[in-house]
């Protein structure tokens, strides 16, 4: 199972981003996904998640109206766009899967695969 994430960078205060993550390995159809961040000290912390069919969909409250997670089950990914940036979201950003099937979920301790992240930086 490999989750390869991308779409990181710098970018100015007020900007967007469009992050993508393609699964690959074995289907992720029947499984919630959903977009982690981390700064360094700080616990990973979910930002969005997406039920298997599309919906429902969870947002931190920190990111709720500037951020859209979506996926596609037929490419087997997922993307987050991210706008009206801000400088406390540079980060690192994850995509994982949950563990299960058929399940909305977000607590982090349900997702068990993990894509390598990639670096956000939104500069003031």
């Known amino acids: 199972v490999q989750l390869q994430a991308s779409g990181g960078g710098l970018v100015q205060a007020g900007g967007s981003l469009r992050l993508s993550c393609a699964a690959s390995?074995?289907?992720?159809?029947?499984?919630?996904m959903g977009w982690f961040r981390q700064v360094p000290g700080k616990e990973r912390e979910l930002v969005a998640a997406i039920g298997w069919s599309g919906g429902p969909t969870y947002y931190a409250d920190s990111v709720k109206g500037r951020f859209t997670i979506s996926r596609d089950n037929a490419k087997n990914a997922v993307s987050l766009q991210m706008n009206s940036l801000k400088p406390e979201d540079t980060a690192v950003y994850y995509c994982?899967?949950?563990?299960?099937?058929?399940?909305?979920?977000?607590?982090?301790?349900?997702?068990?695969?993990w894509g390598q992240g990639t670096l956000v930086t939104v500069s003031s």
């Open positions: 994982a899967v949950s563990t299960i099937p058929g399940r909305f979920t977000i607590a982090t301790s349900d997702f068990g695969s």
């Open positions: 390995g074995r289907t992720f159809s029947m499984f919630a």
